[in-house]
T-cell receptor, first 109, second 116 residues
């Protein structure tokens, strides 16, 4: 039962350009959405979140957009840096927290 | 450093065996969560404990069990191990127990279990 889906297993962008990571969900009860970043041999770390009452949240180079009608959220990273290369997980919470399968972002110098 | 400690880092065992994974949450956090990540899979929620009580249950097999002790550390017990149980097992903690929307999870670095 994949309630949170990240359909792109990988994404490659050039340094300085925009990275856009996408996430879709099916459960309309989700009311809070988060993005986590994971480096190899480490646990995921919290990056940014958004409540269902908002459609945008920005934190420095990172912006999360939420489209509730489409049950879709996205993470924009501008400008992308090589240090952003990692696996990004989308998560959504209601009674518990569900994660997507992750998207591996590679930022090329 | 998230403040969440998981031991051991690596575990290799044979099919049919039983293992125990340990997690110490971040200081002050009352909730502990267990997740399983199989190869190229997302994080699958297993179970959550809040202040010693089971709070939520996900896709946890009957062969698996967990508990949270009075000092708030948690253990995940995996028994009758099968090859398919090989995975990364993550523990996470948060301050809140039910208010997920105010508490991002803080993850440990995981225990890599290999069943041969």
């Amino acid at each position: 039962d994949q309630q949170v889906k990240q359909n792109s297993p990988s994404l490659s962008v050039q340094e300085g350009r925009i990275s856009i990571l996408n996430c879709d969900y099916t459960n309309s009860m989700f009311d809070y959405f988060l993005w986590y970043k994971k480096y190899p041999a480490e646990g995921p770390t919290f990056l940014i979140s958004i409540s269902s009452i908002k459609d945008k949240n920005e934190d420095g180079r990172f912006t999360v957009f939420l489209n509730k009608s489409a049950k879709h959220l996205s993470l924009h990273i501008v400008p992308s840096q090589p240090g952003d290369s990692a696996v990004y997980f989308c998560a959504a919470s209601a009674n518990d927290m569900r994660f997507g399968a992750g998207t591996r972002l590679t930022v090329k110098p | 450093d998230s403040g969440v400690t998981q031991t051991p880092k690596h575990l290799i065992t044979a099919t049919g065996q039983r293992v125990t994974l340990r997690c110490s949450p971040r200081s002050g956090d009352l909730s502990v969560y267990w997740y399983q990540q199989s190869l190229d899979q997302g994080l699958q929620f297993l179970i959550q404990y809040y202040n010693g009580e089971e709070r939520a249950k996900g896709n946890i097999l009957e062969r698996f069990s967990a508990q949270q002790f009075p000092d708030l550390h948690s253990e995940l017990n995996l028994s009758s191990l099968e090859l398919g149980d090989s995975a990364l097992y993550f523990c996470a903690s948060s301050v809140e127990g039910g208010a997920w929307n105010n508490s991002p999870l803080h993850f440990g670095n995981g225990t890599r279990l290999t069943v041969t």
